[in-house]
């Protein structure tokens, strides 16, 4: 099963910077991409930071929400301090974000049943922010939902809503990098993964300026990378792109189709050869993306079909 990601990647200035945009991404998040779990947590309730050991017991108050909070003072991807979900705590991160300035913030999150116990079997949704554990000036701001969580698999208004958020986020952040897609997780885009293999962090992302990390149904292009592509301009008049805009930074933001199910096949090679130039060089090795969703052309090297005129 694949989950909608949604994935910024930003340079803050400073601290402040930094937890601001943090701030903007959790909040924001929350609200827009799971706007149903944000009001069952609003009503309150008694939460756990862990899932109870009886697999039979309630989560939580029937009909409500889990939730719980994680945050890594140190750069490393595992422990850090795991707390319940409250009111007072979830404010008490916000607050404290430029004190602190963690490594890695997250929140789980999960609506319950009648019975109190998860509306799904499988992992809930999650919204983190990430400092690059070899390179603390860069985050990346993220956002996942398996389909049954969220209800965005075959619907286009989900998706577009996801879209507008992280665009709306793109130009808040001066964004390097985004994606929307349903074929990437925190650890790589697909590209990445057929190429560079999984690591703790995707390796590309200091380096979002120089090279694009992948092509998604939704991609957002550093201004360096856009103008070698001839800019906003030429991406639209490409045909390839079902909305192109230019934001503030000279960024661009790429939507390739109406919704995510039409980005297969056809409109994966065209994307891919208007962004070949500026895109991560290698031959995607199919074993590396074996069992697993890839919108990517299998059979090419990017840097093999040249640079722009």
Not at 78 to 87: D, E, F, K
Request: aromatic share 8%; with cysteine.
């Amino acid at each position: 099963m694949s989950n909608l990601h949604a994935e910024l990647v930003a340079q803050p200035g400073s601290r402040a910077d930094f937890a601001r945009l943090a701030r903007d991404w959790l909040t924001g998040a929350r609200r827009v991409l799971f706007p149903d779990i944000d009001r069952r947590l609003g009503r309150g309730g008694t939460f756990a930071a862990e899932p109870p050991a009886d697999d039979d017991a309630p989560w939580g108050p029937p009909g409500g929400a889990w939730a719980r909070l994680r945050v890594q003072q140190q750069p490393h991807t595992l422990g850090g301090t795991v707390m319940p979900y409250s009111a007072r705590m979830w404010r008490r991160m916000l607050d404290g974000l430029e004190r602190s300035y963690p490594f890695h913030v997250s929140l789980e999150l999960m609506p319950l049943g009648p019975d109190g116990r998860p509306v799904s079997p499988g992992p809930g949704a999650l919204i983190a922010v990430h400092r690059s554990t070899t390179h603390p000036r860069w985050a990346r701001f993220e956002a996942e939902a398996p389909p049954d969580l969220a209800g965005w698999r075959g619907s286009a208004p989900v998706q577009l809503a996801w879209a507008g958020f992280l665009k709306e986020q793109a130009v808040a952040a001066g964004a390097h990098y985004g994606h929307v897609t349903d074929d990437a997780n925190i650890h790589a885009t697909a590209l990445e993964r057929a190429i560079l293999g999984v690591a703790a962090e995707p390796p590309a992302v200091p380096h979002c300026r120089e090279v694009l990390r992948g092509y998604s149904w939704v991609t957002v292009c550093a201004a360096e990378l856009a103008a070698r592509l001839g800019g906003g301009a030429a991406l639209a008049a490409s045909g390839c792109f079902d909305e192109v805009s230019v934001l503030p930074g000279g960024q661009v933001f790429l939507r390739a189709t109406p919704a995510l199910e039409d980005y297969d096949g056809p409109a994966v090679q065209r994307v891919f050869g208007v962004l070949a130039p500026v895109l991560l060089p290698g031959r995607p090795g199919p074993a590396a993306v074996e069992g697993t969703l890839a919108r990517i052309v299998m059979d090419a090297d990017a840097a093999e079909l040249g640079c722009p005129e």
